[in-house]
């Protein structure tokens, strides 16, 4: 089981590494063709193990927003923390998954918002909480049966209360058509950098993503054409660093441009952050190719099959 605490250790040590690829110009001089998607707002995950959530959700408004010129969107990362609080306690109790822990993957986020919907900022602005406790097995909840009703109070002490109704703009709906107005009816999914060189479906390849979540595997290259069809559809995508070779979780950004040279070759990728750091300007960063392609797990985005 990987605590909290230890997944928070593990995505410092990973930005360490990842640190090292920031501060490249904004454009690189070599490049002769540019995708840049607009972004949203930057929003910092605090001490969470939240990446996924954030990365997700901006994923999600770069689309939107894509889709609707002059238009603004500010989706409620605290909600979808709450969520997957939830989904993690009654995973717990029904005995599909053990572990109680915070982290995921953006295939899970995505799958969360199907089917609990999505919440505007606006509807549920409250500060992401940091878990700072070992979470209360359901099991030996004050040595009494945990019921939907404690699990409920629990999360509503926590982390408050989500409403029932979404107010935004003209729109007046509940949070799951909230969800289906913003993502639309398309279908996500993760595609994992194969480590044999074959591709072929599979587990995810984040230790902490969801029992039974997929992936679909493919070689690096195809990974990386990929990329760049998803970005010239307009889809921005969550993109998973960490070791390759490894099976662990990582850390989850927004990739929202790439530049390429006259041979078609990626030089550089642009990049949303949520690392906790001194100025939001700063989760605004580039990486070149080399660097990218070297920590590079897999991505999440609108399946373009």
């Known amino acids: 089981m990987v605590s909290n605490m230890n997944r928070l250790r593990m995505t410092r040590i990973l930005m360490l590494f990842v640190v090292t690829f920031i501060g490249l110009p904004v454009l690189a001089q070599d490049s002769v ?147 289906s107005l913003i993502l639309g009816e398309s279908t996500w999914k993760a595609y994992g950098v194969s480590r044999n060189g074959k591709s072929g479906e599979g587990a995810h390849w984040d230790i902490d993503a969801r029992k039974g979540a997929l992936a679909i595997y493919l070689p690096l290259n195809e990974i990386l054409k990929l990329i760049r069809k998803s970005l010239e559809h307009g889809h921005a995508m969550v993109v998973s660093f960490g070791p390759t070779d490894l099976n662990e979780g990582g850390h989850a950004v927004q990739v929202y441009g790439a530049e390429y040279d006259s041979q078609g070759n990626p030089v550089l990728y642009h990049i949303k952050d949520s690392n906790q750091r001194d100025d939001p300007r700063q989760n605004i960063w580039s990486m070149d190719a080399e660097g990218f392609n070297s920590i590079l797990r897999g991505i999440t985005t609108i399946s373009l099959d």
């Open 33 to 179: 063709t540019k995708i840049i998607l607009p972004i949203s707002r930057v929003k910092m995950q605090g001490h969470t193990t939240l990446c996924w959530v954030y990365s997700t959700l901006g994923t999600i408004e770069t689309n939107y927003l894509l889709g609707h010129p002059g238009q603004s969107i500010d989706l409620s990362p605290s909600a979808l923390q709450l969520q997957t609080w939830k989904d993690r306690y009654l995973r717990r109790l029904d005995g599909t998954e053990e572990r109680l822990i915070e982290s995921g993957a953006a295939i899970d986020a995505i799958s969360l918002i199907r089917t609990y919907g999505l919440f505007p900022e606006e509807s549920f602005a409250r500060p992401v909480k940091q878990w700072d406790r070992e979470p209360l097995d359901p099991f030996g909840y004050n040595n009494n049966p945990f019921t939907f009703q404690s699990l409920n109070a629990l999360l509503s002490q926590m982390f408050g209360s989500l409403p029932q109704i979404i107010e935004w703009q003209s729109f007046s709906c509940s949070p799951r058509d909230f969800a």
